[in-house]
């Protein structure tokens, strides 16, 4: 069973919907029941739905967390993005919601919600570089970089034997204010490249790692098989939705 940590602002949400018309209702687009991580427990709870799952997905999957009988069974997946551009783009991302919490400057934002080395977290559960690390490399059958958005989906295909649909009509990213995204990444950049690094050095790090180990794989397989694009399935893109709507989300909803 594909597990695809889904690492904010990533380009994951375009990822997901490539997985939705590919794997329709074996896709379990995972619900939080506590808090944002998913749990052993959870998982143990959803197999009564989709049990016949082949692939899991969503931002509380976290390649960290026990999953004991199923831990053997998880192949996992997961895209990294340039550190810097990430902790921006989630800034401008929460900035802009309609959640009055998090309107404040970056520095505060990121000194009062912890947004240190976030990918680095998102891995290994804490600051722990050195298992991020090992966790990729025992764990991930694929590991995607969003500036090569397009490249990763040839190497993930490959992967599953080029019988996936990689195609896709939704935007990679999506800025909500492009101004302010002038602002950090251009006119205040080099005042606050001290901060950016700070809170992302082991992330940068991690990043590197990534792109060497994308890098290395992609140039294994041939470049012709950019033209191996498919027609979507909107049979199973429309399935996925109506289970996870009607059934799923119900479902979840009765056993909190």
């Known amino acids: 069973m594909l597990a695809f940590c889904h690492i904010p602002k990533t380009a994951g949400s375009t990822f997901n919907y490539i997985l939705q018309k590919n794997f329709g209702c074996n896709l379990n ?7 944002s991580n998913y749990y052993y427990k959870d998982l143990k709870k959803d197999q009564f739905v989709y049990g016949g799952a082949k692939c899991i997905a969503g931002h509380g999957l976290k390649p960290f967390i026990d999953y004991k009988e199923f831990n053997s069974k998880l192949k996992w997946i997961t895209f990294f993005r340039d550190p810097i551009k990430r902790f921006v783009s989630q800034y401008i991302h929460q900035q802009t919601s309609n959640l009055s919490q998090y309107h404040m400057p970056i520095i505060d934002w990121a000194e009062k919600y912890e947004r240190r080395n976030w990918q680095v977290k998102w891995i290994a559960g804490e600051e722990d570089l050195i298992a991020a690390k090992q966790i990729i490399e025992e764990k991930f059958i694929f590991s995607g970089v969003t500036e090569k958005f397009d490249q990763s989906l040839i190497l993930f295909r490959s992967l599953l034997d080029n019988k996936i649909d990689i195609s896709y009509t939704t935007p990679k990213m999506v800025v909500r204010n492009y101004n302010l ?62 289970k996870r709507e009607l059934l799923y989300k119900p479902y979840v909803y009765l056993t909190k």
């Open 181 to 242: 995204k002038n602002e950090l990444l251009n006119e205040k950049y080099d005042s606050l490249l001290t901060f950016f690094i700070e809170q992302n050095e082991l992330d940068i790090q991690l990043y590197d790692f990534a792109k060497r180990n994308f890098e290395k794989a992609f140039n294994q397989i041939s470049l012709k098989e950019r033209s191996y694009f498919e027609q979507r399935s909107f049979c199973r893109e429309k399935m996925f939705g109506l």
């Open 29 to 35: 687009s995972i619900i939080p029941r506590n808090g």
